[in-house]
């Protein structure tokens, strides 16, 4: 699989990850195949500064440094960075745009045993603080193409979201039901836009293309 770089400098390594691969290594040995080994094999020291489920593609972000990788971090937990994905849902939503807020927290249920990701769903006891909004871009009969601005980094945010809302992602292995999971070959889910504040200064945006 080639991979797509979207920018390189001195500070920063951009690259579009596709679905279906790790952003870090996972536990165990099958797991050990993932976009930050991949690029580090070419470019060298690379600094996790955020990450991508699995199975949603799009723009992911690496410092080469550790003080590229303190500022970044830091302006992710200061909720300074910009992001918009694109997401394909089941049914019709009927507002053009809202805001959801359901606090979400780990599912204690969840029986993940390291094969796939842990669960997480609406808790409004041990919930945190989540929010997204929402804006439709296009209607079919069955789906709808919308796009997902978080305003909080929860795991699983987007997709615990819309399936509480009613509208699970198309091929969502985890939270959508069988005939939705049905209705795409891949997690309809894309992260197309991130912008932050480059360690050399000034604004820097970074785009990818919708592959769905």
């Known amino acids: 699989m080639v991979l797509r770089i979207l920018s390189v400098d001195a500070r920063l390594i951009v690259a579009d990850k596709p679905s279906g691969m790790l952003s870090v290594p996972g536990r165990g040995a099958d797991k050990q195949d993932s976009l ?10 690379l600094h996790v500064v955020h990450r991508l489920d699995r199975d949603t593609s799009g723009v992911v972000l690496f410092a080469r440094d550790h003080e590229a990788l303190r500022d970044l971090a830091r302006q992710f937990q200061e909720r300074t960075v910009a992001k918009r994905y694109l997401a394909v849902v089941a049914g019709d939503m009927p507002a053009e745009r809202g805001r959801i807020t359901f606090p979400l927290a780990r599912d204690c249920a969840d029986d993940a045993d390291g094969d796939r990701p842990p669960r997480y769903q609406v808790d409004y006891q041990r919930g945190l603080t989540a929010v997204t909004d929402y804006q439709v871009l296009g209607r079919e009969a069955t ?26 992602i198309l091929g969502d292995p985890l939270y959508a039901p069988a005939p939705v999971v ?16 480059h360690p050399e200064g000034g604004r820097r945006r970074f785009e990818s293309a919708v592959p769905f």
Request: glycine share 6%; proline share 6%; aromatic share 6%.
């Open 36 to 45: 930050w080994s991949r690029l580090q094999a070419d470019w060298g020291k």
């Open 143 to 168: 789906r709808t193409r919308v796009e997902l601005t978080p305003q909080t980094g929860r795991s699983h945010q987007l997709r615990v979201h819309l399936r509480e809302l009613g509208h699970p």
């Open 182 to 197: 049905a209705m795409a070959p891949r997690l309809c889910l894309h992260a197309m836009f991130l912008e932050v504040n």
